[in-house]
């Protein structure tokens, strides 16, 4: 399994990277299956842009939305325009296409399963479809259910893709929001399975401890800064410190530091973070891949 950082810059997209959005993938020769599996969690303004950069974003077997704040899922909209009027999908639903392109299909039971006539399944909060919606800017009557099988989280519940394990948990910030801890196989021990923990945005609290809890690799929002946000309400985003507060109650192993924005001093939420962290600190970038 490995981490792809398809955009990491905080509330805005900025000169070096769109917003959020991280892919996570299983390679087909770490998948039980031999097929690769593509999860997205989030996808913030400029991140279907990127994306192109790295797979065909038709290859994609879900989508995770922590939250609904534009950073964090407004190029779904964009999304969809690729998905219904792409040419080579056109072809096939005209019966002149040479291959079938092979999507995810959501079963009941909350699993992916391989199917080429499915829709793409998006989990996020209870109002995604609502929202996404709106934002898209449909006309009373429409929908955007011939490209997404929309679906809310629920704390506690497990829902499978492939070989993937995604498990949402309620964390600190003024919308409903969710972290996802994703388990799946290791890329580096065969035979063993990794767990992610990516917090979406929170501050601290006793749902992202959890999240975080012997997570192999923590990918932490650290948005604010020590002093300079102190008189910002609670309840909004992690400082570097309050990241690595996080991974050292929750027995992370690594910590990945993401979601700043392009007015942030890097280094310095790297610095808060260690001083309270013993374990390893890394700073996301686009098209880094962290491989557990």
Not at 136 to 143: D, I, K, Q, V
């Amino acid at each position: 399994m490995r981490l792809v950082v398809v955009g990491c810059s905080g509330s805005f997209a900025g000169p070096d990277s769109p917003a959020s959005s991280y892919l996570v993938q299983v390679p087909g020769t770490d998948s039980p299956d031999g097929r690769e599996w593509n999860l997205l969690l989030d996808m913030g303004n400029g991140a279907l842009g990127a994306l192109q950069g790295i797979l065909d974003p038709r290859r994609l077997d879900a989508i995770g939305l922590s939250h609904l704040h534009p950073d964090h899922f407004v190029d779904v909209c964009g999304l969809y325009v690729y998905l219904k009027y792409h040419p080579d999908r056109l072809a096939a639903a005209a019966g002149t296409a040479a291959e079938t392109v092979v999507v995810a299909q959501a079963a009941t039971d909350g699993s992916v399963a391989q199917d080429a006539a499915a829709t793409l399944p998006v989990w996020g909060p209870s109002n995604t479809a609502e929202r996404i919606g709106a934002t898209y800017g449909l006309e009373a009557g429409e929908s955007l259910g011939s490209q997404f099988d929309f679906r809310a989280w629920v704390p506690g519940q497990v829902v499978t893709v492939g070989p993937l394990e995604i498990e949402p948990f309620r964390v600190y910030h003024p919308v409903e929001a969710y972290g996802v801890r994703v388990t799946g196989p290791s890329s580096l021990v065969p035979g063993e399975r990794v767990t992610l923990a990516y917090t979406g945005d929170t501050d601290f609290c006793d749902g992202v401890v959890e999240l975080a809890r012997d997570a192999d690799l923590l990918l932490a929002e650290a948005a604010f800064h020590e002093g300079r946000d102190d008189a910002v309400d609670r309840g909004i985003h992690l400082t570097g410190r309050r990241a690595g507060e996080v991974a050292t109650a929750a027995g992370a192993k690594r910590l990945v530091l993401t979601h700043l924005p392009a007015w942030n001093d890097k280094q310095a939420a790297r610095d808060e973070a260690t001083a309270v962290y013993d374990g390893p600190v890394d700073l996301a970038a686009t098209g880094r891949v962290f491989t557990l």
